[in-house]
């Protein structure tokens, strides 16, 4: 989107044609009247303000069938940038991505969410501004931020709700802090929902229903059904880890109920586990480390966690029925020892008919998931016809 211009009227509907564009395909006039049945006249109009906010531009010429060959029109991903959060328990991921969710620069570094709010989010506005002039572009072009935090998030406000590992974030309105300090939309939402939009997109965009599991510090769960990312009424759709576990009543978990499989197939259940049989594990990290290093009692321990995680996934695959379940998070790197486990209890537990072309498998986008999902909500919501529809408004009033 480049300077801002006047124009000339109100062009209603430019927004919808330009998600046609929006795949990257050129495009001639001609194209676009036929794919939308508009008139030449209105088709013009509508191409020419989205080339005036700087959206798409001329990508050659197609082919003639005499006369002079036809301009094609592309979208043009470098006209903004969006600023991508991906914060967990102890770690933070920041990147600037074009409006295709192409990175141009990232940056990782260990943080602590139970610091607070104030703390962590002022590091994101000081890294990320940062960031942006490291990618070579200006403050300006920054058009939307999207945030994952590793708690349940009231989409429609961008704030946690009592969240069990950062009791000082409850109903912060991170949305509202992130938008005036950097000037921008900004879209908060759980991680594990972008880190199931973030692989859904980087690697199986023509899958139609998955889902996503992140098994870290904590477990959870992002739903993809009929090609969308599904949050429930208020958010909490996904939540697998406060799913309660047969022969686990008496296991406390940090949100205060008994038993749940976070408290005892997580991360940092294992890591506690290993640390009373005498090795070294202080997080999930350092449970995989062992397994690698061919540890028995460490890859017994992370097998049984598969197990486990299997038993409360056997459910869910017999309620939403995927065709596929993509494991991921700091632990899914402890090779085949966690996901063997989960395939062992979901196919045995499973009807045969919602198993039959199901597949288990780890993340592709791995570490970059995250913010390949924070991108896309923040890319989503910015080119959205509306949003698209009122920055042209802007532009002419």
């Not at 990782?108 to 590091?123: C, F, M, Q, Y």
């Not at 197939?265 to 995989?288: N, T, Y």
């Not at 197990?307 to 085949?336: K, Q, T, W, Y």
Request: charged fraction near 20%.
């Amino acid at each position: 989107m480049q300077d801002v211009v006047r124009l000339p009227q109100r062009h209603a509907g430019a927004g919808e044609l330009f998600q046609l564009l929006r795949d990257g395909r050129p495009r001639t006039r001609a194209d676009l009247a036929a794919a939308t049945g508009q008139a030449r006249s209105t088709i013009t109009a509508r191409v020419d303000v989205l080339m005036s906010a700087g959206l798409i531009a001329p990508a050659g010429e197609a082919s003639s069938t005499g006369g002079r060959p036809p301009t094609t029109f592309a979208f043009r991903p470098a006209a903004r940038v969006v600023l991508a959060v991906d914060l967990g328990a102890s770690h933070a991921r920041l990147a600037v991505t074009d409006l295709a969710s192409a990175v141009l620069a990232e940056t990782e570094a260990p943080i602590a969410i139970s610091d607070g709010p104030d703390a962590v989010l002022g590091w994101v506005v000081e890294r990320g501004r940062a960031l942006i002039v490291e990618a070579g572009r200006d403050p300006a072009d920054l058009v939307s931020v999207g945030v994952g935090l590793p708690a349940p998030v009231e989409h429609s406000t961008g704030r946690p709700i009592n969240p069990p590992i950062m009791p000082t974030w409850d109903d912060v309105d991170v949305r509202g802090m992130l938008a005036e300090a950097l000037d921008a939309e900004v879209q908060v939402d759980n991680d594990v929902n972008l880190m199931a939009l973030g692989e859904h997109r980087a690697a199986w965009p023509d899958v139609d229903d998955m889902l996503f599991v992140k098994v870290a510090t904590g477990i959870g769960s992002g739903i993809i059904s009929d090609g969308r990312l599904r949050r429930g009424a208020q958010g909490a759709a996904g939540d697998i880890g406060h799913i309660a576990v047969p022969g686990a009543e008496d296991v406390p978990c940090r949100c205060g109920n008994l038993g749940c499989l976070e408290a005892v197939a997580s991360g940092r259940a294992l890591a506690e586990r290993l640390r009373a049989a005498g090795l070294a594990a202080q997080d999930g990290a350092d449970v995989v480390a062992l397994v690698r290093a061919g540890d028995l009692a460490a890859g017994r321990a992370v097998r049984q966690a598969g197990r486990e995680i299997g038993s409360v996934l056997a459910a869910c695959v017999s309620l939403l029925n995927p065709s596929l379940v993509v494991i991921g998070g700091v632990v899914a790197e402890a090779g085949e020892h966690l996901i063997a486990g989960i395939r062992e209890v979901v196919y045995q537990r499973s009807l045969p008919l919602a198993t039959q072309h199901l597949r288990i498998v780890t993340s592709q986008a791995r570490s970059q998931v995250g913010i390949l999902g924070a991108s896309a909500m923040a890319v989503d919501h910015v080119l959205s016809p509306g949003a698209i529809d009122a920055l042209l408004d802007t532009m002419i009033a």
